[in-house]
């Protein structure tokens, strides 16, 4: 278990593209599963992105299929979400969150991830 520090947020225009980072003090290849999620103002967290160790499978909301990529690199502990196409709609607070000491809940639900960083700030505009 450990700290989650997103980093990699800023300011883009509409079609342009990202990169955010999360990193931890912990052994990521220790956690069942690793997401994404973002938070609109006025809205409810969101699922974004997961991507599971064990079963070494993604899954992503349909929102953001073929436009994210998740992945992951044990070695720096780091987790990442390639953005590209992005859309003003894409304008959020990203949350990195993991699981540790429990089953992965294989879905982009909030209540099955047990750590979260602290957010970045990601803003599109048209």
């Known amino acids: 278990q450990g700290r989650l520090k997103e980093s990699g947020g800023g300011s883009v225009q509409a079609g342009g593209s990202l990169k955010i980072s999360c990193t931890t003090s912990?052994?990521?290849?220790?956690?069942?599963?690793m997401a994404w999620f973002r938070q609109a103002p006025g809205k409810e967290r969101e699922g974004v992105a997961i991507?599971?160790?064990?079963?070494?499978?993604?899954i992503y909301a349909d929102s953001v299929k073929g436009r994210f990529t998740i992945s992951q690199d044990n070695a720096k502990n780091t987790l990442y979400l390639q953005m590209n196409s992005l859309k003003p709609e894409d304008t959020a607070m990203y949350y990195c969150?993991?699981?540790?000491?429990?089953?992965?809940?294989?879905?982009?639900?909030?209540?099955?991830?047990?750590?979260w960083g602290q957010g970045t700030q990601v803003t599109v505009s048209s």
């Open positions: 991507i599971s160790v064990g079963v070494r499978s993604t």
């Open positions: 969150a993991a699981v540790w000491g429990k089953a992965c809940p294989l879905r982009l639900v909030p209540d099955g991830f047990n750590y």
């Open positions: 912990a052994d990521t290849s220790s956690s069942p599963c």
